[in-house]
């Protein structure tokens, strides 16, 4: 067999590979004994049917057919080791020469890995915020706690604006029920302008009992854009009464004896969320940063595919949640094109992530090992609710293992360049990542914490001490010990010979881009892709969710939860 390659593009090449029929002529035996086995012919039993017999009542011509279909994928592989190119994706293939007794000519155009370039990354200059807590965060956050300790009191008079009532609602447009448009016993704070347009203008000023009808346009539904006339009847009107902050209020609402020690602790505790909001900018910046100086040509069929899926996602989501595609874009104020400019963008980017990464942990030499993936299947099975054991063998089942496998890969080769950056925040002061190993002393937990579940930082009490759930990569903690001995038998029952063989642990698809196909997407995954998903294995996300400290506080100081009625 011969073989030739050809540059189309950066991003595409095309194969010749010339197949003389000597060596088709194993292809051409298997077609005969696939076909012996298939026909039913009168005086022969099956698979016994002799070659000239198939010649005489199916034609050689379909045998050799059928012997060409079987070996092209055979040829073809052997062509992309000969000629060492990273195909990506799947080939058009067409046979351009084909007869009986003379050679098999084909060509094959397909996408490939293209050369990565990559920067210097050494010392790569990153800047976060700054993480001083001033007390204006804190007195935020002390606020957000009277709130919750709160009280509602009942008053006779006229409501104003920041009562809370309960209310009746009923809404019909031109005479009909409108769908889901009544409410009874309604909490409502006068002056949120949360849930009908026109409402609060018609509650200020109403009493107890009485009631009103007010015009307001709907917003969503079957019947978003219609004039709805809604009608109003206050039941009861309450006032919101904070307590005092002092110290009488501290042992109230923490474990703390005086406000001076309550405010220590929420301005501790806000230091080390934004600590974590450094790891998480930092980790951003830099990918971003390394992106930014590493001009990558993307193949075309990879990027559609990946924004393929996010479209099905997307769709997916919106279908889960109840909503129409209109009724979002009319929510966000967004144009339909906008959304999908924003979807390219997002894919595109992902993709370009992606094969950066992998050129970093090529050039690293990255490799994973049986406790690296076996924890990895152990966390994801856990995420998704399901057996280890099914979970490692559903990978097998849906080609998955080596995508996972380059998920982790690529996962670590964001430490290494995250670990060489010099990281500053605004101020110019250097920040050092490993202290936030310092942060996570005590209690250190990841088993069932990854990606998705990273997004939120976890700090709760555990016998008076902090729990402090953070990605083993960045702060080096062990997260593989409580994987029990099933569970460490899983790469041993999925990559069988991974002991003997040094290279097993290696990604079993290289000439891949998981990700791109969809194929990235584990069992159990709802939706996280791999551009994102390889960025936030490594720290928690905080900086884009507003409620993140709310959060954090919230899960340590009892009493959270909303105001009670």
């Avoid at 010749?16 to 298997?30: G, I």
């Avoid at 301005?267 to 992106?291: C, H, K």
């Avoid at 099914?390 to 089942?397: E, G, I």
């Avoid at 936030?436 to 976890?458: C, P, R, T």
Wanted: charge should be negative.
């Amino acid at each position: 067999m011969k073989s030739a390659v050809e540059t189309l593009t950066p991003t595409r090449v095309r194969l010749t590979v010339e197949v003389p029929f000597d060596e088709l002529k194993p292809s051409v035996d298997a077609a005969y004994r696939k076909m012996a086995k298939q026909v039913r012919i009168q005086g022969f039993r099956p698979g016994k049917v002799p070659p000239r017999i198939i010649d005489q009542r199916i034609g050689r011509g379909a045998v050799i057919e059928e012997a060409v279909q079987a070996a092209i994928p055979r040829f073809y592989g052997d062509a992309v080791r000969d000629t060492e190119v990273s195909p990506l994706g799947h080939p058009e293939v067409d046979v351009t020469t084909f007869d009986d007794g003379v050679e098999l000519v084909f060509t094959a155009e397909v996408d490939v890995r293209p050369k990565v370039e990559l920067p210097a990354y050494d010392g790569l200059p990153v800047t976060v915020d700054d993480a001083e807590v001033d007390d204006d965060a804190v007195d935020e956050q002390l606020a957000s706690l009277r709130d919750r300790f709160s009280t509602l009191t009942a008053v006779d008079r006229p409501t104003e604006q920041g009562d809370f009532v309960s209310i009746d609602l009923s809404a019909t447009a031109d005479g009909e029920p409108v769908p889901d448009g009544e409410a009874t016993g309604l909490s409502y704070e006068v002056g949120s302008d949360s849930l009908l347009p026109g409402l609060d203008d018609a509650l200020v000023g109403m009493t107890e009992g009485e009631a009103r009808s007010f015009n307001s346009e709907l917003v969503a539904g079957e019947y978003a854009g219609r004039t709805a006339q809604v009608a109003v009847t206050v039941r009861s009107v309450k006032v919101k009464q904070l307590p005092e902050l002092d110290d009488e209020f501290a042992p109230t609402a923490s474990e703390f004896d005086t406000l001076a020690e309550l405010r220590a602790d929420v301005r501790a505790r806000l230091q080390r969320v934004r600590r974590m909001e450094q790891g998480v900018q930092a980790r951003d910046n830099m990918l971003a940063a390394l992106l930014a100086a590493t001009e990558v040509p993307l193949p075309d069929s990879i990027v559609t595919t990946e924004r393929e899926w996010r479209r099905r996602a997307f769709a997916d989501q919106l279908k889960q949640a109840g909503i129409s595609r209109e009724d979002y874009l009319g929510t966000g104020g967004r144009t339909s094109d906008d959304l999908d400019a924003e979807i390219e963008r997002s894919a595109r980017s992902a993709v370009h992530a992606q094969l950066v990464l992998d050129a970093v942990a090529d050039a690293e030499e990255v490799g994973i090992d049986d406790a690296e993936l076996t924890n990895q299947i152990v966390r994801r099975a856990q995420r998704a609710g399901v057996p280890v054991d099914d979970y490692a063998q559903q990978l097998v089942r849906d080609g998955q293992l080596g995508s996972l496998m380059a998920d982790i890969r690529r996962g670590k080769a964001l430490v290494l360049v995250l670990q060489a950056a010099t990281i500053t925040d605004s101020s110019g002061r250097p920040v050092d990542l490993a202290a936030l190993a310092d942060d996570a002393l005590g209690v250190v937990e990841a088993i069932g914490q990854d990606d998705d579940e990273l997004d939120e930082v976890d700090i709760l009490d555990s016998d008076d001490e902090e729990l402090i759930v953070v990605e083993e990569d960045v702060v080096g903690a062990d997260v593989a010990d409580d994987a029990d001995d099933t569970s460490e038998s899983i790469v041993e029952a999925v990559l069988p010979g991974t002991d003997e063989d040094p290279a097993a642990g290696e990604p079993v698809v290289e000439a891949e881009v998981p990700g791109t196909d969809g194929s990235s997407r584990q069992p159990g995954d709802d939706g996280p892709d791999i551009g994102e998903s390889t960025a936030e294995a490594v720290l928690p996300d905080t900086q884009d969710d507003p409620g993140a400290v709310d959060a954090v506080l919230e899960a340590e100081l009892p009493g959270a939860g909303s105001t009670p009625a």
